[in-house]
């Protein structure tokens, strides 16, 4: 189901009842890029640390920005053994460009021809995107209204006011107390917009919003105050509905937050930085904060991506590159609980994905999630029970079998694989660093020690000292490989980093003892008084 800027406060009621009503709900969301095309130190790399890779990843996500969300809404079903049904929404988003908003952000070409291939539709994101705003874009927006510093910062709503303003002020000139004309094409929150402009400009006219659009009415200047103070349209009123509209899906987001319900996405991490970015905070700049701020918000994350690459492991699956493979092997016969996991059903108006498949599009993906996430739980739940299943398992002990899983989200490209939001990261199970020493080969870069390992496998390079570099792989077999054909290289040394061995300060430290030591020796001996 597509939820357009129209429709969207109409149906808020009705996703906060299947919220509140749900098991779980799985998330997915696209977004017009995913990562700055940076170098050097910039650049992402298995070296870094969870907190490095944080500062480097926050700086993209500034940048780039959500043009779709997906959500699929799971609900066990009552008075039937493990069935559910699934609510799955497409939200097309834009940011609110209201007052002195006025968001800026960038598309990478590479993200763009990659939704493109899967029927994106930019026309519904740049002309019907529902708004948004973060917690500290609201207060700004709150403070000007309440202190009537409120003004129009877009150059398209300024056209827009000043054709209004004149057309309404052309009629004045000729109408009478007591007539009327309508404003048509005028919706949605900018709807408000011109109201309030024409309330402040006008004082001889009052103005009302219906169905076929904005009416306004001359009055006299006493009237116009009367009606201001004492109608149930009153401005205080206005402001609130004018925050409301411009918030748009913050709203919702915020009603999710507290529903404090379990979310499940599928490599996840870049959808959370964008939810605390979009609708929340800016992204602090402490990556404690940020883990700290996103486990209050949703107190169980699942990643599917953390929970079925075990399962692959275990039951020796097939390869798979991305969440619909997942979901077609889980649905396949080489998944022993194939007939006897949970049902799921979609709801109605959602029946769009009962045939067809819509990879990409963010309400298809954000099922694929609930879905894999109820298949693999399952397929636990029956693995560490010898005598079966439990006949009727519920979500709860689904929730049990999965709990070492719950708050471990995937991490691509970084020092370690994953990151706990509910403690402290788990020490990196990554493959052994490689130390390289480099002789005969004058002013060597990182990136031509790359191209030299690139046709055997991939590693990230970080230089170490003028003639030494270390490499780190995601591959336990990549390092072998590398041994075994590099050893007794004429110009490349290739082994196994030490620490306590190899690490310039330690070297430097060494060095420093030594030369204080044998100072001290040097003292000792001249110190000492002859026979």
């Known amino acids: ?30 977004f017009t890029g995913l990562r700055s095309n940076v170098s050097g130190p910039q650049q992402i790399s298995l070296f870094d640390l969870p907190s490095e890779w944080y500062l480097k990843t926050r700086q993209s996500v500034q940048q780039f920005t959500i043009c779709q969300i997906g959500l699929s ?23 609110t460009t209201f007052g002195i908003l006025d968001s800026e952000f960038s598309f990478q070409a590479s993200s763009v021809q990659f939704l493109n291939q899967y029927g994106f539709d930019y026309n519904k994101f740049l002309k019907t995107g529902i708004p948004y705003m973060n917690e500290e874009q609201e207060k700004k927006i709150k403070h000007n209204i309440l202190t009537r510093n409120w003004r129009v910062r877009s150059s398209v709503d300024k056209d827009q006011i000043k054709v209004v303003i004149d057309e309404v002020t052309r009629w004045l000139d000729l109408a009478e107390e007591g007539d009327w004309m309508t404003l048509d094409g005028i919706t949605g929150f900018q709807a408000f917009e011109v109201q309030l402009v024409l309330r402040q400009a006008l004082p001889n006219i009052w103005t009302v919003l219906e169905d076929q659009g904005v009416i306004v009415k001359k009055v006299s200047k006493q009237y116009h105050w009367y009606l201001e103070n004492t109608s149930s349209d009153r401005e205080s009123c206005w402001k609130e509905k004018i ?36 609708f929340f905070r800016p992204l602090p700049e402490s990556y404690d904060q940020f883990k700290l701020n996103i486990h209050n918000l949703f107190p169980i994350l699942i990643d599917t991506k953390n929970v079925t690459k075990d399962i692959w492991k275990e039951l020796n699956f097939p390869r798979v590159s991305n969440l619909s493979e997942v979901y077609d092997v889980l649905n396949s016969d080489l998944n022993p609980t194939k007939n006897s996991g ?190």
């Open 1 to 30: 189901m597509d939820v357009s800027a129209d429709e969207f406060e109409q149906t808020l009621p009705l996703l906060q009842e299947l919220v509140q009503g749900a098991d779980f709900v799985g998330l997915d969301i696209e």
């Open 342 to 531: 949970p049902v799921i059903v979609h709801a109605s108006k959602c029946e769009k994905y009962v045939e067809t498949k819509c990879p990409h599009e963010a309400a298809y993906d954000a099922f694929l999630c609930g879905s894999v996430l109820l298949k693999a739980a399952h397929l636990l739940l029956e693995r560490i029970h010898s005598d079966g299943c439990p006949a009727e398992p519920s979500f709860s002990q689904y929730l049990d079998v999965l709990s070492p899983y719950i708050n471990q989200v995937n991490l691509i490209r970084a020092g370690v694989p994953k990151i706990n939001f509910s403690g402290p990261d788990y020490p990196s199970v990554r493959p052994p660093i490689l130390i390289v020493r480099v002789e005969r080969w004058p002013g060597v870069s990182e990136q031509q020690v790359y191209r030299e390992f690139q046709n055997l496998c991939k590693f990230d390079v970080r230089r170490l000292t003028q003639n030494q570099f270390l490499l780190l792989t995601n591959k336990f077999k990549d390092v072998r490989n590398v041994l075994k054909e590099y050893r007794g290289h004429q110009s490349l040394q290739v082994s196994l980093y030490r620490y306590w061995r190899h690490s310039p300060d330690v070297t430097c430290l060494l060095q420093v003892c030594g030369v204080i030591t044998t100072w001290a020796f040097v003292a000792l001996l001249l110190g000492r008084p002859g026979p």
């Open 73 to 95: 809404v799971f609900s066990s079903v009552k008075g039937e053994s493990n069935k559910y049904i699934a609510h799955s929404c497409n939200f097309f988003l834009f940011p």
């Open 243 to 278: 925050l409301l509209s411009a918030r748009g899906f913050s709203v919702f987001f915020q009603m999710l937050a507290k529903a404090q319900k379990p979310l499940v996405g599928h490599n996840m991490m870049m959808d959370l930085l964008h939810l605390h970015e979009k």
